[in-house]
């Protein structure tokens, strides 16, 4: 792999389970040492795409290509450039930590224990190398998990849901550390459900449905929402919502017993909206806008599965 290709590169890329299309063509690249996430709920296609990457499912068509290696022509090349972090804990519980590390560097190759020494004094387990994996705290066995992962250098990290069941303080740290190895040039790979870590990423490809429905930095998708969003709760919202685009030409949505309004100098229009349907407006709140809102304006439907009645092509710009 060059130092101008890509370190990830997905074309038309399709799955199937059965009769159930999982990935219906999605096209991304993914830069050398870049924090790419790909963001979405259950179901989407992350995990599916998360797998293929990890040569542990073989695509319907399209292509994956991995540090220049494609996962279906060279699957053996791609194990040797990937680290692979799976949402649940891969280590023997039952093995000590250096133990479990002697096993990791036999699969991938790598003997002795001056490169088991190095991984352990990089992510503080040296003084732990004799515990029990599996008496290890969470964020402890996460560190573990990342150690096994890079033992053999590789230039690409694949992780699936990442901070799953870590308590705040060791998902700041695992993030801490991920930045830390982006910054010296290894390629993080995220699938995640989860917003705020989408939001610690370079870019992130947001996907529902087996599609790709965005793509870029989280502050950039979220810059293209406006500046500020005004969520109301009212009576017959969808009512609402069109009256909203039909009135003031508003960027109004229903969802899940909600409208949302993406709009510039919301704080202006809050006393206009009241005064326009006194008493149907039972509470509002104005916030900067999310990578959620960034999914329901794509998708038309909540992150967590509420759906519209009214998609997003259906308001007004």
Excluded at 123 to 146: M, P, Y
Excluded at 245 to 273: K, M, N, Q, S
Aim: proline share 6%; with cysteine; charged share 25%.
């Amino acid at each position: 792999m060059s130092p101008t290709s890509p370190a990830i590169r997905l074309e038309s890329l399709h799955a199937r389970y059965g009769p159930r299309e999982a990935l219906a063509g999605i096209d991304l690249e993914v830069g050398a040492g870049e924090r790419f996430g790909v963001m979405g709920p259950n179901g989407a296609g992350k995990t599916t795409v998360f797998r293929i990457l990890a040569t542990l499912m073989t695509p319907s068509s399209g292509r994956a290509r991995v540090a220049g290696h494609d996962v279906t022509e060279a699957p053996h090349e791609v194990r040797r450039r990937i680290g692979v972090v799976f949402q649940g804990n891969a280590q023997d519980a039952l093995l000590t930590v250096d133990e479990n590390l002697a096993l990791a560097g036999t699969m991938q190759g790598v003997s002795g224990r001056a490169r088991r020494d190095a991984v352990l004094g990089e992510f503080g387990l040296t003084e732990r190398r004799r515990d029990r994996a599996g008496t290890l705290s969470g964020g402890l066995r996460r560190r573990l998990e990342l150690a096994r992962a890079l033992l053999h250098e590789p230039p690409v990290l694949l992780l699936d849901e990442p901070s799953a069941g870590l308590d705040p303080v060791a998902r700041a740290e695992l993030w801490v550390r991920l930045e830390a190895l982006s910054a010296r040039g290894v390629t993080v790979f995220v699938a995640t459900h989860d917003l705020h870590e989408a939001e610690r990423c370079d870019r992130i490809a947001i996907v529902d449905r087996g599609r790709c429905v965005g793509i870029g930095s989280p502050r950039g998708l979220r810059d293209g929402i406006g500046s500020e969003v005004i969520v109301l709760e009212c009576d017959d919202p969808d009512a609402f919502a069109a009256e909203c685009r039909a009135r003031f030409d508003l960027r109004a949505t229903a969802i899940a017993g909600e409208v949302r309004i993406e709009v510039d100098g919301a704080h202006a229009w809050v006393p206009r909206l009241v005064d326009a349907w006194p008493g149907r407006i039972r509470s509002l709140t104005v916030r900067p806008p999310t990578l959620e809102d960034v999914f329901v304006r794509a998708t038309g439907h909540r992150f967590d599965g509420g759906r519209d009645a009214n998609p997003p092509d259906h308001a007004h710009a």
